[in-house]
């Protein structure tokens, strides 16, 4: 990835467009991030910094419902995909927090019948 | 033939049957003790406890395109666990740079777990999913896979 | 012998033994022709070409055909807030003259590259996006690679997505797409080998760990796993040029898209895949 300052963070989630209470749920959420491990070297044989996200915590209706931490041995633009039993819906609010201070947070809306 | 043409012959197609090795299983559901820098990974998660196999799955495909992205899944079902609840899995690898992949918790009334990412491994290796259930317990899967270098390595 | 020699040996043979043709069947199954958004239009039976798809493991498959884990998403999404959003205040996007990509981008991406009557040359995609950007939006071209350009072309890809790669039929184009073949069949680099001796003359071979595809177009933009990110047709093709330590060709160039024609008009029929994952 080209490195350009303040670059905007990209990011793909999936979720069910309206669900029940106590159906099994699938949740995917994707980031932009290049998850830099720490281990490559550039091309004057210097070691790059690492550079990963390194927590991925998703809340619904103000609950924690999954977190995940992360290592460098996640693959770049990581995909993290879930499954949730739904009891209620509301508020899901995604949040990705790393290394050089790296925070993004996303929101959707988990719709009940 | 002379011996050490014979030698030549068999010590060349002895090299597949080294990098095609097949998948260690653990017999019984006692696990052994792994070495290393992934053995002490696997005890940190576990709190010096020996995992017992069973109850967690670990997917991935054993031939690799890429190491670079590699999907795996994880899973816990319902009844396998019943009536604990299911706290939290670990991803741990034998002979990446570090073994931690990733770790995975839950809500607290995590009755199952399904979780599918995309991980990167250095060279064919071990990898392994334990689970922390609710009664303190600890289940694991280990499966061996092979990771074919790219034949181009870019700059 | 001496033991040297009987270790070079024992290298030589087993070097033999791993470059000699491998049946594609030996490691994984082939997958059945899969069904879906690649391949709505198939080749007819008894075409020989095949995509790189049907090269790579099930898993990668997997990656491509579903939306929600083709990490080269990422890349189309960007593009269409891209295609939507205008540069600055007073500005023209992308949507003022062309208003809705599915209709105005239906089967671009699947006839380039094309001729430009400005330039009085073959363009591909990407240069056709900075001519825009700088004829039409007075707007500086983006860099070749960069993540706003590939997200452009991501998107504009995915609009040709099922339908196939359209023939050469421009007679402008005859000369470049025959200066491609050229560069296709002969020998470069240190290395001194064609595109032709792996791709038309060892495809489902193996070259170390990677099988050797046909190397058709059909899937750029694609995210690739050695890349851990998307890039171009072009950005694989200087890979391969690296790969026999040639001298590079520059990214719009006439060498680049002379070539990248020529693959077009080798490709023509193909289902077009794009954007999609490769190893």
């Known amino acids: 990835m080209t490195a350009t300052p303040a670059r905007r963070v990209r990011t793909l989630i999936e979720l069910p467009s309206s669900t029940r209470a106590g159906e099994l749920i699938e949740i995917r959420a994707t980031i932009g991030h290049p998850m830099e491990t720490g281990y490559r070297r550039d091309a004057s044989g210097e070691l790059m910094p690492r550079n990963i996200i390194r927590m991925f915590q998703c809340e619904l209706a103000g609950r924690r419902i999954f977190t995940a931490e992360l290592f460098p041995a996640i693959s770049a633009n990581p995909m993290i995909a879930f499954r949730h039993r739904v009891q209620t819906g509301g508020e899901l609010l995604f949040r990705w927090t790393g290394d050089k201070a790296f925070e993004h947070v996303e929101r959707r809306l988990l719709n009940l019948r | ?155 | ?279």
């Open chain 3, 1 to 279: 012998m001496t033991r040297p020699r009987q270790l070079r040996w024992m290298i030589i043979a087993a070097m033999l033994f791993w470059l000699a043709p491998i049946s594609p069947d030996a490691a994984e199954p082939a997958s059945p022709r899969p069904t879906g958004q690649d391949h709505k239009n198939s080749v007819p039976a008894g075409d020989p070409r095949r995509s790189g798809f049907e090269d790579m493991s099930r898993a990668t498959q997997t990656l491509q055909r579903d939306d929600g884990q083709n990490p080269a998403m990422l890349w189309v999404r960007d593009g269409e807030r891209q295609w939507r959003q205008a540069p600055g205040p007073g500005q023209r996007s992308c949507a003022d003259c062309h208003a809705n990509a599915e209709q105005s981008m239906r089967g671009v991406a699947a006839a380039y590259p094309a001729w430009d009557v400005r330039l009085g040359r073959p363009v591909n995609l990407a240069h056709r996006i900075n001519l825009c950007r700088q004829n039409h939006q007075l707007l500086a071209p983006l860099d070749a690679g960069s993540d706003d350009l590939l997200g452009l072309e991501a998107f504009i890809a995915m609009q040709s997505r099922g339908l196939s790669i359209e023939p050469v039929t421009d007679e402008r184009l005859d000369s470049a797409r025959q200066n491609g073949q050229l560069l296709f069949t002969m020998k470069i680099g240190q290395l001194s080998m064609s595109c032709a001796q792996c791709h038309d003359e060892h495809p489902g071979q193996r070259l170390g760990g990677s099988t050797i595809p046909q190397g058709h177009p059909t899937a750029y933009p694609i995210y690739r796993l050695q890349w851990q990110s998307a890039g171009s047709l072009t950005r694989r093709l200087q890979a391969c040029l690296t790969g026999v330590r040639a001298r590079q060709f520059p990214a719009f160039g006439d060498e680049m898209v002379a070539l990248e024609l020529f693959l077009r008009h080798r490709a023509a029929g193909m289902p077009f895949e794009g954007p999609g994952v490769r190893p």
């Open chain 2, 1 to 155: 033939m002379t011996s050490s043409r014979r030698q030549v012959i068999l010590g060349a197609g002895a090299l597949p049957l080294v990098l095609t090795a097949g998948r260690v299983l653990a017999t019984g559901t006692d696990t052994q003790a792994a070495s290393g820098a992934y053995g002490e990974a696997i005890l940190r998660f576990t709190a010096g406890v020996q995992p017992r196999l069973g109850k967690i799955r670990l997917e991935i495909a054993t031939l690799i395109d890429n190491g670079n992205t590699v999907p795996v899944e994880v899973s816990i079902d319902e009844d396998a666990l019943a009536p604990a609840r299911i706290e939290a899995i670990a991803l741990v690898n034998e002979r990446n740079p570090q073994p931690e992949v990733a770790v995975f918790h839950f809500g607290a009334d995590a009755r199952s777990a399904w979780v599918s990412t995309r991980i990167r491994l250095a060279t064919s290796q071990k990898l392994m999913a334990i689970a922390r259930l609710s009664d303190q317990s600890f289940w694991s899967h280990e499966v061996e896979v092979i990771v074919t270098l790219a034949a181009c390595i870019e700059p």
